[in-house]
């Protein structure tokens, strides 16, 4: 697994407000609908894409079909896609956002032809990581066995 410094990963989370989440269902059991909505309450702007789902609308925001059909600036593109369907999204992503910052591929998911191509443009590319977690990691929202471990009592 690649290892990304905490430092790395918490300047993204930090300098990104808009996020395009591609393969996100508007199904609340699904990784891609909770991560989602996750991110959107702590602040970003979500944008949903999925072509399945285009035109209903997700946590305030019509869905897209395509990444093309956005029409403003994206800072990281956040994929919940197989491995092998990555690069066309990667290339579209480029096409389409000149600004991109990030590309952000969730859990199980690498590419290195996708990798190349972003990195080739200047664009940082985190695989195999959710961006929830780290935010929850990173930001103080994570407790082991989901206790607050800094709190020891002198009683036990």
Not at 7 to 21: C, F, M, N, P
Not at 30 to 40: D, E, G, I, T
Not at 51 to 77: C, K, N, Q, W, Y
Not at 114 to 126: K, L, N, S
């Amino acid at each position: 697994m690649t290892e990304y410094s905490d430092a790395l990963l918490k300047r993204i989370l930090t300098q990104t407000r808009v996020i395009a989440v591609v393969g996100v269902s508007p199904n609340p059991v699904r990784p891609s609908y909770y991560v989602a909505r996750y991110l959107s309450l702590k602040g970003f702007r979500v944008l949903p894409v999925n072509p399945g789902h285009a035109g209903t609308e997700l946590f305030g925001e019509i869905v897209r079909g395509d990444l093309s059909e956005i029409d403003e600036p994206v800072d990281m593109v956040d994929i919940f896609r197989r491995s092998e369907a990555v690069p066309p999204i990667v290339e579209a992503a480029l096409a389409a956002f000149p600004g991109l910052k990030t590309v952000w591929m969730q859990i199980g998911v690498q590419n290195a032809e996708a990798r190349a191509m972003a990195e080739a443009r200047g664009v940082t590319v985190i695989e195999n990581r959710c961006p929830k977690i780290e935010y929850q990691r990173l930001f103080g929202e994570l407790r082991m066995g989901g206790f607050n471990t800094g709190i020891i009592s002198s009683k036990l």
